[in-house]
């Protein structure tokens, strides 16, 4: 069984930053693709950040150029460096990984506070 374990949130100020991690445990086979979600409170969840097998990235608009997505080389773990952060990024954060079937995989979620 798949478990994510997710670090790295916490409370930062309005123009700060934070990396968050997400690691598989007991992986038991490659995973094509890894995303990060949000959800803020009384919000749907709502698409980040993902990477693809082929290394290929794609993102919010409403993050692009302040957030950046990326694996480690054993492919079983995703980060999201998180710049210039805002207090509408507030939410609890999700990271998510794919495998063939297609098979998800979620993380419990991390809680990010942007405020002053």
């Known amino acids: 069984q798949v478990q994510l374990v997710e670090s790295g949130g916490g409370l930062v100020q309005p123009g700060g930053s934070l990396r968050l991690s997400c690691a598989a445990s007991r992986s038991g086979g490659a995973f094509y693709g890894m995303a990060w979600y949000r959800q803020a409170p009384e919000s749907q969840r709502e698409f980040v950040a993902s990477?693809?097998?082929?290394?290929?990235?794609n993102y919010q608009d409403s993050v692009k150029g302040r957030f950046t997505i990326s694996r480690n080389k054993p492919f079983d773990t995703v980060y999201l460096q998180m710049n210039s952060l805002k207090p509408e990024d507030t939410a609890t954060y999700y990271c998510?990984?794919?495998?063939?079937?297609?098979?998800?995989?979620w993380g419990q979620g991390i809680p990010v506070t942007v405020s002053s």
């Open positions: 990477i693809a097998g082929g290394g290929i990235t």
């Open positions: 998510k990984f794919v495998r063939q079937g297609p098979v998800e995989y």
